[in-house]
């Protein structure tokens, strides 16, 4: 049973709710004798941490990790990891109303019905304040990654918010760590910050698109039929709070094309197999082809606004909702460093299987 | 460890490939005292079976389910019940060259370089027979489903096929078990069987988009955060061969939207809380709402063609590969009992797990 | 979840009743490229076959095992092993007053309980039978373990059954294989042959103890916490049918040691590190220590019997029973095979799973 | 894969090291609505608390549990429960040669072997100190099954100190929680210190033997085959440090009997089924009678003793091991709460499983 666990080797469970006293993940299954150091896990944190730019939430954390067990001297030793966050900025008084009433596009009403009582200080366990444990547990999936498979990179960037796409003419990889959208278009970066700045002074929030990228994953990861690659990777997403949708390759597109037009050629190269393109993103039956993986993903607009919406509150009585409080106008932003975090641990829950499985080799070609 | 097991209270583990002797599942964590029998779950795989018209594959197959355990008197007993499908029309001489040619878009090479050898004949493994066994599994989940919740109601149907779309103002539930193509949309068909057929003509193939509804299935089921309801129909969905994006409500589209739009405000209905429009596709939070679950995914065009395509062979060497063979020149059309199956077990497996961590008790409203 | 499942990686699913049309085990995380047969397998389900010598059930059984999936022209291809065993000599009219009776000692009245249906025909799923396909899928453990680690050699045999004990001052271990009771002492063949002669004679069954030894394997298997060899070993033996107590090494005697008694202490020899004693039965901490693993298991006498006993029926009547049928006067006799099954399952399962985690190395002394 | 995890739907990942800053557990899987606290958590952290007595280590921990979410205003919410125990009388220096040199009987060896790198501190992650979490995660589940099965009473106790025995004639359960044995029997304190205070004067340690017995656990909990209720208990037994050999009901003694005593005879009472004797130690066919589930566990004596012995070190060199520190002479004391903590565990755990697999209905009787 795996209600707060995912993965298959490398087991991340996280714990948490937005206003208790700390939340975290409780990491099992990580190789050891890999260096691991609360500073290099604290660099992604960093990234998802609110509070740094208008764009995000205001809520103020420094959102410091502790590894509390499975690291001995600066290296793994094989037995769980516990990181712990505690939460210092959590001004309860400001929710309120919200312990009566549900928010339209909320979990409100759902964890309501479901568990018959619920933390509703700032969204309790449904806040994304949730996936700040993910971004520490993907640190250590990066730790070991970086071990294991040095040419591995991951890349996350927004490629929409609202009615802004970004223009991949201009696809500019060092400037998504530059910018508070984590976008790889420098050009774009005044024009988005002027329509969010609109879309929150309108009291509304906006959804937004994200892209990820792995660069140097090997071939032959992936354990179909029901533990696929790409399978595990639209979990994971699905799995991160506010997402609708997930695609990888063509995706959706998908449904247009042709077999021909579809279909990636293959030649023969000086290191191995080549492909002519790239429509399958990277995955073939479930298993990786050692081309770059490729998905997207839809984070819905923000439920938290400040504009009236009709609900109804425990009592089952008509109520007009407003949800004060300091929430992020488009959530989508931060879920880029989530989702590469996400990313992580599944390419190295796989890499652990296929070890496993496979003892690592390879079948030969030539 | 999951390879080839989906599910974690309804547990359903497929096996075999497409040209070995059977195929089929083994169904693990059925309630006791339901009602099974081989001529409800036949209904099932009937839909999906190969040979019946000239828009699938014309491989000859009678798809006859036997139950080999698990059921006692016509009743499940709470023990495993094993779902067997013998294969009778292999004919692999017509498979002759893919032993040692990767079809481009197939999982012909992938399941080489993971596992240095592969059972070629008809795709073994990674062939969408495999999904026959899925569907024979939806069938023992459909038949608990109907004793558990009568009045849910799954429904599969194509909505798009390469250039064709369907009409939604002509959308009639009735007409989709009537026509070839699983459409809910009767003026449609002669147009998409044209359409179809010079697709094949010119030896090529097409993609499909799916959508699925689930009316009647009650508030509550979902486990977050790793085991929501949506995240879990994600990867059901994903696991399945050849898709390549899911998306549940307003999808990937969400990415549009502003947060008052995608507001599905709530009133008091007679009943308990109605939504007045449902952009979350019946699931917040990871958790069923009551609304109908909504989800469409993308089929990728099939990859066995006729139409001559560069790739390399097990030596390294550069052909031309041309699939002979009996194909489906739109997969996407078969998914569709396929998916249904899938969601068949997601549902009730969230059930069974919520039967566990609430005892089936439901927070009050009003 | 995993009713019926055993293990991590090396997943074993077994499924089907004693007189239903078959029964048989689903293999899942085999890994790929292992020479795997029929006949390999034979030999295992041989040696627990019934119907063999008077010491065991009348019940005729060829036992023949075929394998429907995830073999390819003679070796495994990483996908899942479907062995199946059909039934063929079920008498179910020998079985028709147990349909309602509940036999003193046996699972009839907490199935009955549970479920409120049970397959009462000899035994359902509650049957030694079900251990056959523990044995086939055993066979495949042995057939990966001995391309894997060839060195490893897995003894099973009798120590005690009811009043008579092994001498292990004549402990030959060619013998286990020549006498129907799988015990290392020929001279007492003839005497425990009569003893059970008595034993039935007297409408009465006995107990019995076994030991089972793994010699050659090596050190690090374990995943402790909760996945310690030790755990998963006793949670093996223990779940074979009318086991009631199993130990490792010193086991039970335990209790009655001094620390100094019981240490292992150790020296440096030629190859690396030897243990002077082997209190320990080879696992330390949970993980192996690469002397033998020893343990021993115990197993009620049968509670089928001809014997009348009191006992109740499902309209809460009082009866007595007396249970006819065709039953081992000893049922650990049979227990023997299946116990190496289970044996080989393990460690297999923890070879892959040390794989996965550490990638094999090992940490070095000296 | 569950290194660290016990338990199917009340899951229980224990975390950390002896001498690292905090040790707990995760809790996942706790049904919503149960009044948890702290303060009913630490009545049970208590009874195992080090240096209460001159009969367990002289290490002084407050071992005060912080629960750091899934409880809110005093009630479980469904979400993961986060049990956290800070270290703090940690005395590293004592264990300074440890690091380099492996003590018979203990796990320094094994770990090393397998990690390569391994947290000597104490023991890291084998000591016992890692039992405080299980019994933390044990007054969860004893707090859960308060509210579900009021009637179920657990207790444990230790029948066996090396060559001391309780008298059962002498039972009282009373005095069990009164003397720091946990022995049933008054007039034997006295007795059993003073050969405790000769062992640990001969720098020596003792083996023990635990019985513990549920009563009022009601009928219908195991999942055959695999996750039968005697087989997960035997699991999580044997998970304990320093357990060696693990019996239900008539146990290894089974070996002895035959079927004609072994028979538990069952009547018909006035509120249903009567056994007249418990041979089966409340367990047939895997799932629960309603007797009370008896069962024995061996614990072997404490490996870290004063009285030197041969061993080596990381360099391979023979050296005579010392083990100073703060040790218990009889680890199988302190196992007493433990033992209970697991079993409160296991039998939610199957509570809850049952739940999701029958709803909770049973079969009737009459």
Redesign the interface.
């Known amino acids: ?6 993965g ?2 490398f ?1 991340v ?5 937005s206003h ?5 993940a ?1 990491v ?2 990580c ?3 890999i260096e691991i150091s609360e500073e290099f896990i604290q660099v992604f944190l960093d990234r998802r941490r609110p509070g740094q730019s208008k764009e995000t939430t205001q809520r103020k954390e420094p959102d410091r990790v ?1 590894i ?3 690291v ?1 001297e600066g ?8 990181l ?1 966050i505690e939460n210092t900025d959590q001004r309860s008084k400001d929710y309120g109303e919200i312990a009566v009433q ?1 928010r ?4 409100d ?11 509703y200080r700032g969204g ?3 806040s994304a304040r ?1 996936t700040a444990a993910r971004v520490a547990a993907g640190g250590v999936a990066q730790a070991v990654l970086k071990a294991l498979v040095p040419d591995l990179r991951i890349t996350g960037y927004m490629v ?4 802004k796409h970004i223009n991949r003419a201009r696809f500019d990889r060092d400037e998504i760590l530059r910018n508070p959208f984590f976008i790889p278009d420098a050009e774009a970066v005044a024009e988005w910050a002027d329509y969010l700045a609109a ?1 929150r002074k309108n009291q ?6 994200i892209e990820l990228v792995a660069e140097g994953c090997p ?10 690659m ?3 990777l ?2 994971a ?3 991160i ?1 506010a997402v ?25 190269g000086p290191n ?2 080549e492909f ?1 393109s790239n ?3 990277g ?8 081309q770059p993986i490729v998905l ?1 993903f ?8 400040l ?1 009236p ?4 509150n ?5 109520v007009e909702v407003i949800t004060k409080g300091r929430h992020d106008p488009c959530v ?1 932003i931060r879920a880029v460093p989530v989702a590469e975090a996400m990313m992580a641990c599944v390419i190295l829950d796989h890499l ?15």
Do not use: C
């Open positions: 049973m795996s209600f707060n666990t995912f298959h080797m087991r469970t996280t714990w948490g709710e208790g006293p700390a939340l975290g409780t099992d299954g190789p050891p004798g502790k509390l067990s499975g001995f290296r793994s030793t094989g037995t769980p990891i516990q712990m549900f339209p596009g909320h979990a009403i759902t964890y309501h019905q479901k568990y018959g009582i619920r933390d309790g366990r449904s949730e929409q918010m609202g009615a879309i509304n929030s906006v959804g937004a698109m071939p032959g990861l992936g354990a179909p039929i029901y533990a696929k790409d399978t595990d639209a979990a997403m699905m799995s709070n609708k949708g997930v695609e990888i390759g063509e995706g959706m597109a998908a449904a247009d094309l042709t077999g021909v037009d579809n279909a990636d050629e293959i030649v023969m191995g197999p002519l429509h399958a993103g995955i073939l039956g479930g298993i990786t082809t050692g997207r839809s984070v819905k607009p923000t439920s938290s606004i504009t919406r009709r609900s109804i425990t009592r089952g009585e008509e989508g652990l299987l296929d070890r496993a499985q496979t003892g690592g080799a390879r079948g030969q070609i030539g």
